[in-house]
């Protein structure tokens, strides 16, 4: 392989994004704009979510003795 050249698959669709330094992929990991903006739709619209938090910790569940 190339160095400096990196192949993913688009998160959306599947096709193969080639970016190397002369490529310029404007829209990496994407393959398009529109697989970009579906993804976006797709977190505003919360089909994607972080389910654990950030930081590694639980969130614990408020017990009934705390409400």
């Known amino acids: ?8 698959r688009c998160p ?4 193969l994004v080639v970016r ?4 310029k992929a404007p829209f ?3 393959c ?3 697989c970009k903006l ?3 739709g ?3 619209g919360e089909e994607h979510r ?3 938090p950030l930081d590694g910790r639980r969130r614990e569940e408020p017990t009934k003795e705390a409400q």
């Open 42 to 44: 797709k977190w505003l």
């Open 1 to 8: 392989m190339d160095p400096g050249k990196l192949k993913v």
């Open 20 to 23: 190397s330094p002369q490529s």
């Open 32 to 34: 398009s704009e529109r």
């Open 28 to 30: 990496f990991p994407f």
């Open 38 to 40: 579906i993804d976006l």
């Open 50 to 52: 972080i389910h654990e």
């Open 12 to 15: 959306m669709c599947r096709k």
